[in-house]
């Protein structure tokens, strides 16, 4: 048996000119492809290729597999949109590692970086996350709300700027208008908000708005939001929409 | 003359194989490239294309050299470490386009992201960046300290991941302590710290320790810091260092 290998790659948002270079050598080399449908369907495998597909919130199944597929001997890539260290899938493998086959544990196991939806959205925007700034996942499936708010609320109270991923799902709408009702509460009304959906996808669109105006029911499952901390600006231009980025300091420009 | 172009680019933190082909295209078009001299001596400019290498720490300088250039009809690339979008190029651009000549805010201005250091430090070390997280600047040439303090206090009050950037220059080396010694108040001393250096590139270097045990001092200018949340977890394996991962959600798989 030959030692297999794990690779937990990510595809980027959407545009195939956001997949690294690194990641391109990883899928070229792999002897099977494991991931969730819509992110294989990305990928063109080539002929000999074993792809794996699962559905959605399946993801510990989905990485014992991948883990059991490396064991056996093969050349197993785990793929993920955007980042797969960030809400995506390489915690899914480590978390299967740590409470699964001890044999695991010696496998060779790597990751390879993506662009995440915040900075491909962020390039779109100008450079909304041009300074200190907060990830925040609002799936509640697998932590309490609680611990959302506080979150939220830590993020208002150190003027973050606050990507949220995950607003929404086809099964539930309430997170995204309970975080911005805790938002509402602890920031100004004119802070910028911006819905970004399906960036690097043909139906990619961006809607511009504040928090006083906007209408969380606009987030959907494919949307990233940013809400801005207080230094965050717009940038009006003529005929297009304005750039929207958070300065590199306080006080002005120098 | 021509329509000029500014493209705000990101080279990721070292390793050619993170660079991203839209990236590679935007390189190989320009007329003229601007940056920081360390990032511009990464490339291997074709014949015809003129370099502007400046000097760390001139950004708004450099944002207006560029944009210059691009109202003269030239094809400009601003080349960033990382992602320019994450204390990097893009907001020192933009910041340059709001305070500056108005005929800027007409010109082609685009962002292309890049892998930014505390994505490819998470990917040498597992996924412990898998849940909320907040990144920081402790350079404090541009913001007031109580700022920096403030939102410290408030990433670990939000048990967030935190990744600190700039932990450290030459000329400057309290910050760093400052944060720890916030931090120390506030979380376990059992939490995972982890100082990357150098990620991507040839003298690169992972240390693996806690908040109790971590000596600030270890990170330098090079130096990309992870303090983990209070779920954030080793998995130890034989004969290498172990995985550092932060789960999915609180309260153990499932």
Request: aromatic share 6%; proline share 9%; with cysteine.
């Given at each position: ?5 794990l690779r937990i790659v990510g595809l ?11 990641v391109?050598?990883a899928l070229?080399?792999a002897?099977d492809l494991v991931g969730y449908a819509p992110y294989l369907a990305r990928l063109?495998p080539?002929?000999?290729q074993r792809v794996h597909a699962s559905d959605n919130r399946v993801e510990?199944e989905r990485a014992?597999l991948a883990?059991?597929l ?6 197993v890539v785990v793929v993920s949109g955007g980042?797969p260290?960030?809400?995506a899938m390489a915690?899914a493998v ?20 993506g ?140």
């Open positions: 048996m030959s030692p297999g290998s980027g948002p959407g545009d195939p000119r956001w997949i690294t270079p690194e391109a050598t070229a080399e002897s063109a080539r002929a000999g510990l014992r883990l059991g490396a064991r056996e001997g093969r050349a980042d260290g960030v809400f915690a480590f978390e299967a590692v740590e409470h699964g086959d001890p044999a695991w544990r010696a496998l060779d196991i790597t990751v390879a970086p662009i995440s939806a915040m900075q491909a959205a962020a390039a779109r925007l100008g450079a909304p996350l041009g300074h200190d700034f907060c990830a925040i996942s609002l799936s509640d499936n697998l932590k309490p709300w609680p611990l959302v708010a506080k979150r939220l609320r830590a993020a208002a109270e150190g003027d973050f700027v606050i990507a949220l991923y995950n607003p929404a799902s086809r099964s539930r709408a309430e997170p995204i208008h309970a975080a911005f009702a805790i938002l509402r509460a602890l920031k100004a009304g004119a802070t910028p908000v911006v819905f970004a959906r399906a960036i690097g996808r043909d139906d990619e669109s961006v809607a511009i708005t504040s928090l006083a105006a906007a209408d969380p029911a606009h987030a959907d499952m494919s949307t990233l939001v940013i809400i801005g901390s207080s230094e965050t600006r717009l940038v009006e231009r003529p005929g297009t929409p304005p750039f929207i980025y958070t300065p590199r300091g306080a006080g002005g420009p120098r």
